[in-house]
T-cell receptor, first 114, second 113 residues
Framework: AQSVAQPEDQVNVAEGNPLTVKCTYS??????LFWYVQYPNRGLQFLLK??????LVKGSYGFEAEFNKSQTSFHLKKPSALVSDSALYFC????????????FGKGTKLSVKP | TAGITQAPTSQILAAGRSMTLRCTQD?????MYWYRQDLGLGLRLIHY???????GKGEVPDGYSVSRANTDDFPLTLASAVPSQTSVYFC????????????FGPGTRLTVL
């Protein structure tokens, strides 16, 4: 069965420092991987996705993520965090070999302090 | 364009009552989805529709029903609400292929008392 794990409920970083939000996945075949962000009282906004090709994916608002097949990970990163990046981040996976729908992780709350 | 609209924004409902959450998209997407979001559980799929006229069950379908009479609309109905259905409900849509991004509506906050 497909699954996604976000091992950290909350990540705290100082403004200007690099940030990483972790995601690991489990699928039977090759995955399609997605990152979404949710600001308070809003819907989810798409950040980036990995389908195939280059393992480093660049997305919206300066975010990027690296697909690592051997570690089954897809960590979200940003070189320099902003206070406005504070939000809830969700990783999601879809198994390429099935007609499955998106499976979401439980979310990681990112807090960026000035 | 508006993208995806949901109504109502929020609702308080007495247990045992029925309610329909509305979802409309203007992107002519083939596929539509309903999720519920609960603290500590992330988003869980309730029902989906790959194309107009077809629907399927997701991870947590019990107590919910959907219909897809046309491309744009995908209402979610609670026939007899229970307190455990208190949640935030999100509608999403995509073009329908496995590689396609799902786009989300603003959500409906439902409280069942």
């Amino acid at each position: 069965a497909q699954s996604v794990a976000q091992p950290e409920d909350q990540v705290n970083v100082a403004e200007g420092n690099p940030l990483t939000v972790k995601c690991t996945y489990s699928v039977s075949g090759n995955p399609y991987l997605f990152w979404y962000v949710q600001y308070p009282n809003r819907g989810l906004q798409f950040l980036l996705k990995y389908i195939t090709g280059d393992n480093l994916v660049k997305g919206s608002y300066g975010f990027e993520a690296e697909f690592n097949k051997s570690q089954t990970s897809f960590h979200l990163k940003k070189p320099s965090a902003l206070v406005s990046d504070s939000a809830l981040y969700f990783c999601a996976v879809r198994d390429r070999g099935s007609q499955g729908n998106l499976i979401f992780g439980k979310g990681t709350k990112l807090s960026v302090k000035p | 364009t508006a993208g995806i609209t949901q109504a109502p924004t929020s609702q308080i409902l007495a247990a045992g009552r029925s309610m329909t959450l509305r979802c409309t998209q203007d992107m002519r997407h083939n596929a539509m989805y309903w999720y519920r979001q609960d603290l500590g559980l992330g988003l869980r799929l309730i029902h989906y529709s790959n194309t107009a006229g077809t629907t399927g069950k997701g991870e947590v379908p019990d107590g919910y029903s959907v219909s897809r009479a046309n491309t744009d609309d995908f209402p979610l109905t609670l026939a007899s609400a229970v307190p455990s259905q208190t949640s935030v409900y999100f509608c999403a849509s995509s073009e329908g292929r496995l590689t396609d991004t799902q786009y989300f509506g603003p959500g409906t906050r439902l409280t069942v008392l």
